[in-house]
């Protein structure tokens, strides 16, 4: 019986390896070998990042919340809970979305927080 070495689905494989390693340096781009680990370790890597993406926009936002809220005379701490406490469901993309572009707005939900604050 003849010997079967895999012929077209071996070099599908290889070629889809050898796509996804586009752009990579020296050898890593072209030997398959290098190239396989370095796609299989940039995967890792894209997977961790998409969720350490979220950990660094929501510290983004908490900061920029906590700047604001302290240059109004509150802390993050107090804002946050006086928002609670009366109700007010923003989420901290969208209170740290108007504190950047409408100051008005933000005046007024630190009065709302700090009313809360001092019942």
Not at 52 to 68: D, S, V, Y
Request: hydrophobic residues 35%; glycine residues 6%.
């Amino acid at each position: 019986m003849p010997r079967a070495t895999r012929g077209n689905s071996r070099l599908k494989s290889r070629k889809k390896i050898l796509k996804r390693s586009k752009g990579f340096y020296g050898k890593r781009r072209n030997c398959y070998k290098i190239a396989k680990q370095s796609v299989m370790k940039a995967l890792k890597n894209a997977y961790v990042d998409r969720r350490r993406k979220k950990r660094e926009f929501r510290k983004l936002w908490i900061t920029r919340i906590g700047a604001a809220s302290s240059n109004r005379g509150l802390s993050y701490s107090k804002f946050m809970g006086g928002l609670n406490k009366a109700d007010v469901e923003l989420n901290r993309k969208m209170l740290a979305d108007i504190a950047v572009r409408d100051p008005e707005t933000f005046d007024h939900l630190v009065d709302i927080a700090e009313d809360e604050v001092s019942n």
